[in-house]
Protein backbone atom coordinates (compact mmCIF):
# COMPACT_ATOMS: atom_id res chain seq x y z
CA UNK A 1 0.00 0.00 0.00
CA UNK A 2 1.02 3.52 -0.89
CA UNK A 3 1.01 6.52 1.65
CA UNK A 4 1.52 10.09 1.73
CA UNK A 5 2.42 12.18 4.90
CA UNK A 6 2.57 15.79 5.15
CA UNK A 7 2.63 16.42 8.84
CA UNK A 8 1.97 20.11 8.82
CA UNK A 9 -1.54 21.17 8.22
CA UNK A 10 -1.15 24.71 8.32
CA UNK A 11 1.82 27.35 7.74
CA UNK A 12 1.70 30.54 8.36
CA UNK A 13 5.29 32.86 7.77
CA UNK A 14 5.66 36.34 6.80
CA UNK A 15 6.42 37.69 3.21
CA UNK A 16 10.08 36.92 1.79
CA UNK A 17 10.81 34.49 4.60
CA UNK A 18 11.53 30.94 3.49
CA UNK A 19 9.38 27.66 4.14
CA UNK A 20 9.87 24.41 3.49
CA UNK A 21 7.33 21.98 3.23
CA UNK A 22 7.61 18.32 4.23
CA UNK A 23 6.33 15.27 2.54
CA UNK A 24 7.45 11.52 3.77
CA UNK A 25 6.01 8.87 1.50
CA UNK A 26 5.98 4.99 2.25
CA UNK A 27 5.84 2.31 -0.54
CA UNK A 28 6.83 -0.90 -1.16
CA UNK A 29 7.81 0.02 -5.32
CA UNK A 30 10.94 0.31 -5.88
CA UNK A 31 10.12 2.88 -9.11
CA UNK A 32 7.78 4.84 -8.66
CA UNK A 33 6.92 9.09 -9.60
CA UNK A 34 6.45 11.80 -6.82
CA UNK A 35 4.87 15.16 -7.28
CA UNK A 36 3.30 18.20 -5.55
CA UNK A 37 0.73 20.23 -7.05
CA UNK A 38 -0.62 23.42 -5.81
CA UNK A 39 -4.48 24.14 -4.86
CA UNK A 40 -4.55 27.84 -5.21
CA UNK A 41 -8.04 29.39 -3.25
CA UNK A 42 -10.17 29.34 -6.75
CA UNK A 43 -9.65 25.43 -6.09
CA UNK A 44 -8.04 24.01 -9.27
CA UNK A 45 -5.09 21.86 -8.38
CA UNK A 46 -2.23 22.74 -10.56
CA UNK A 47 1.03 20.59 -11.20
CA UNK A 48 4.12 22.20 -10.15
CA UNK A 49 6.65 19.32 -10.33
CA UNK A 50 7.19 15.08 -11.10
CA UNK A 51 10.27 13.40 -9.76
CA UNK A 52 11.12 9.62 -10.72
CA UNK A 53 12.59 7.73 -8.08
CA UNK A 54 15.99 6.93 -10.44
CA UNK A 55 16.79 10.67 -10.04
CA UNK A 56 17.69 12.19 -6.96
CA UNK A 57 19.03 15.11 -8.12
CA UNK A 58 17.37 18.41 -6.35
CA UNK A 59 15.42 20.40 -8.78
CA UNK A 60 15.03 23.99 -8.98
CA UNK A 61 12.92 26.68 -10.45
CA UNK A 62 12.95 30.01 -10.10
CA UNK A 63 11.97 30.22 -6.03
CA UNK A 64 10.97 26.61 -6.12
CA UNK A 65 13.57 24.10 -5.19
CA UNK A 66 12.96 20.28 -4.55
CA UNK A 67 14.92 17.91 -2.36
CA UNK A 68 14.26 14.28 -2.94
CA UNK A 69 15.71 11.74 -0.46
CA UNK A 70 15.26 8.26 -1.29
CA UNK A 71 17.29 7.23 2.16
CA UNK A 72 14.75 9.10 3.96
CA UNK A 73 12.01 8.86 2.24
CA UNK A 74 11.39 12.39 1.33
CA UNK A 75 10.32 14.82 -1.23
CA UNK A 76 10.29 18.16 0.40
CA UNK A 77 9.73 21.40 -1.23
CA UNK A 78 11.04 25.32 -0.29
CA UNK A 79 10.05 28.81 -1.22
CA UNK A 80 12.40 30.94 -0.88
CA UNK A 81 11.10 34.52 -0.40
CA UNK A 82 8.02 33.75 -0.10
CA UNK A 83 5.42 35.85 -1.90
CA UNK A 84 1.78 36.26 -1.17
CA UNK A 85 0.73 34.86 -4.07
CA UNK A 86 2.40 31.36 -2.85
CA UNK A 87 -0.71 31.51 -0.05
CA UNK A 88 -2.65 28.20 -1.04
CA UNK A 89 -2.49 24.34 -0.21
CA UNK A 90 0.09 22.15 -1.53
CA UNK A 91 -0.34 18.42 -1.84
CA UNK A 92 2.42 15.85 -2.34
CA UNK A 93 1.38 12.59 -3.81
CA UNK A 94 3.02 9.63 -5.41
CA UNK A 95 2.06 7.04 -8.18
CA UNK A 96 2.91 3.56 -9.21
CA UNK A 97 5.64 3.82 -11.92
CA UNK A 98 3.57 1.52 -13.98
CA UNK A 99 0.50 2.25 -15.89
CA UNK A 100 0.51 5.56 -18.05
CA UNK A 101 -2.54 9.11 -16.84
CA UNK A 102 -3.10 9.02 -13.20
CA UNK A 103 -3.32 5.31 -12.18
CA UNK A 104 -2.00 4.66 -9.13
CA UNK A 105 -1.92 8.04 -7.85
CA UNK A 106 -1.73 8.77 -4.35
CA UNK A 107 -2.34 12.31 -2.15
CA UNK A 108 -0.96 13.59 1.00
CA UNK A 109 -3.94 15.46 3.19
CA UNK A 110 -2.33 18.83 1.79
CA UNK A 111 -0.34 21.58 3.88
CA UNK A 112 -2.02 25.14 3.78
CA UNK A 113 0.22 27.48 3.40
CA UNK A 114 -0.52 31.37 4.59
CA UNK A 115 2.18 34.07 3.34
CA UNK A 116 1.62 37.15 5.65
CA UNK A 117 1.80 40.66 4.05
CA UNK B 1 -8.68 28.09 -24.41
CA UNK B 2 -8.12 23.90 -23.45
CA UNK B 3 -9.16 23.02 -19.90
CA UNK B 4 -11.94 21.75 -17.60
CA UNK B 5 -15.20 22.90 -16.85
CA UNK B 6 -17.07 21.93 -13.94
CA UNK B 7 -20.75 23.25 -13.26
CA UNK B 8 -22.27 24.08 -10.84
CA UNK B 9 -19.47 26.19 -8.63
CA UNK B 10 -21.94 26.05 -5.77
CA UNK B 11 -24.92 23.50 -5.51
CA UNK B 12 -27.88 23.15 -2.76
CA UNK B 13 -29.48 19.49 -2.32
CA UNK B 14 -32.30 18.59 0.23
CA UNK B 15 -31.83 14.73 1.97
CA UNK B 16 -32.70 12.07 -0.56
CA UNK B 17 -32.26 13.96 -3.42
CA UNK B 18 -29.35 12.76 -6.25
CA UNK B 19 -27.63 15.61 -7.77
CA UNK B 20 -25.57 15.76 -10.94
CA UNK B 21 -22.13 17.76 -11.20
CA UNK B 22 -21.29 18.30 -15.11
CA UNK B 23 -17.05 17.87 -16.32
CA UNK B 24 -16.64 18.83 -19.58
CA UNK B 25 -12.67 19.02 -21.18
CA UNK B 26 -11.32 19.69 -24.30
CA UNK B 27 -7.57 18.76 -23.86
CA UNK B 28 -8.25 15.90 -25.87
CA UNK B 29 -7.80 13.72 -22.81
CA UNK B 30 -8.72 9.61 -22.76
CA UNK B 31 -8.80 9.92 -18.85
CA UNK B 32 -10.80 11.34 -16.64
CA UNK B 33 -11.38 11.12 -12.93
CA UNK B 34 -13.47 12.91 -10.51
CA UNK B 35 -11.98 13.01 -6.58
CA UNK B 36 -13.59 14.72 -3.52
CA UNK B 37 -12.40 17.07 -0.94
CA UNK B 38 -13.10 17.22 2.39
CA UNK B 39 -11.18 19.32 4.92
CA UNK B 40 -8.08 17.80 6.41
CA UNK B 41 -8.31 14.95 4.51
CA UNK B 42 -6.70 15.67 1.28
CA UNK B 43 -8.15 13.95 -2.22
CA UNK B 44 -9.87 10.76 -2.66
CA UNK B 45 -10.24 9.30 -5.87
CA UNK B 46 -14.29 8.58 -6.42
CA UNK B 47 -14.34 7.09 -10.21
CA UNK B 48 -12.10 6.96 -13.04
CA UNK B 49 -12.22 6.19 -16.69
CA UNK B 50 -9.61 5.89 -19.34
CA UNK B 51 -11.88 5.54 -22.42
CA UNK B 52 -15.23 6.29 -23.56
CA UNK B 53 -17.48 3.74 -22.59
CA UNK B 54 -15.54 2.25 -20.05
CA UNK B 55 -15.70 3.26 -15.85
CA UNK B 56 -13.69 2.22 -12.69
CA UNK B 57 -14.43 2.63 -9.12
CA UNK B 58 -11.69 4.35 -6.87
CA UNK B 59 -11.43 4.47 -3.19
CA UNK B 60 -14.89 5.58 -2.28
CA UNK B 61 -17.42 5.02 -4.48
CA UNK B 62 -20.45 4.27 -3.06
CA UNK B 63 -23.04 6.24 -3.34
CA UNK B 64 -21.96 7.81 -6.57
CA UNK B 65 -22.55 6.55 -10.45
CA UNK B 66 -20.87 7.97 -13.08
CA UNK B 67 -21.13 7.98 -17.13
CA UNK B 68 -18.78 8.25 -20.15
CA UNK B 69 -20.67 8.39 -23.13
CA UNK B 70 -18.62 11.30 -24.56
CA UNK B 71 -14.43 11.46 -24.54
CA UNK B 72 -15.14 15.09 -23.31
CA UNK B 73 -17.63 14.89 -20.85
CA UNK B 74 -17.96 12.74 -17.07
CA UNK B 75 -20.51 13.65 -15.09
CA UNK B 76 -20.85 12.45 -11.66
CA UNK B 77 -24.09 11.83 -9.93
CA UNK B 78 -24.40 11.74 -6.08
CA UNK B 79 -27.09 9.54 -4.84
CA UNK B 80 -29.65 9.81 -2.22
CA UNK B 81 -27.41 7.26 -1.00
CA UNK B 82 -24.35 8.73 -0.46
CA UNK B 83 -24.11 9.16 3.53
CA UNK B 84 -22.27 12.51 3.55
CA UNK B 85 -22.39 14.09 0.36
CA UNK B 86 -21.23 17.57 1.61
CA UNK B 87 -17.97 17.92 0.06
CA UNK B 88 -15.76 19.60 -2.59
CA UNK B 89 -15.51 17.67 -5.82
CA UNK B 90 -12.96 17.73 -8.00
CA UNK B 91 -13.21 16.54 -11.80
CA UNK B 92 -9.36 16.14 -13.88
CA UNK B 93 -8.35 14.66 -16.75
CA UNK B 94 -5.27 13.32 -18.07
CA UNK B 95 -3.69 11.94 -20.78
CA UNK B 96 -3.15 7.54 -20.47
CA UNK B 97 0.25 7.86 -22.38
CA UNK B 98 3.65 7.02 -20.64
CA UNK B 99 5.00 10.75 -21.36
CA UNK B 100 3.14 12.93 -18.62
CA UNK B 101 2.52 10.33 -15.96
CA UNK B 102 0.68 11.62 -12.98
CA UNK B 103 0.00 15.09 -14.82
CA UNK B 104 -3.30 15.77 -13.68
CA UNK B 105 -5.11 18.89 -15.29
CA UNK B 106 -8.04 20.13 -12.88
CA UNK B 107 -11.37 21.74 -13.36
CA UNK B 108 -12.16 24.76 -10.45
CA UNK B 109 -14.52 22.62 -8.68
CA UNK B 110 -17.85 22.08 -7.52
CA UNK B 111 -19.00 22.73 -3.62
CA UNK B 112 -22.01 20.74 -2.36
CA UNK B 113 -23.87 21.75 0.48
CA UNK B 114 -26.45 19.29 1.89
CA UNK B 115 -29.34 20.71 3.72
Known amino acids: AQKVTQAQTEISVVEKEDVTLDCVYE???????LFWYKQPPSGELVFLIRRNSFDEQNEISGRYSWNFQKSTSSFNFTITASQVVDSAVYFC??????????????FGKGTHLIIQP | DGGITQSPKYLFRKEGQNVTLSCEQN?????MYWYRQDPGQGLRLIYY???????QKGDIAEGYSVSREKKESFPLTVTSAQKNPTAFYLCASSTRTRLAPGELFFGEGSRLTVL
Open chain 2, 49 to 55: SQIVNDF
Open chain 1, 93 to 106: ALKRYSGGGADGLT
Open chain 2, 27 to 31: LNHDA
Open chain 1, 27 to 33: TRDTTYY
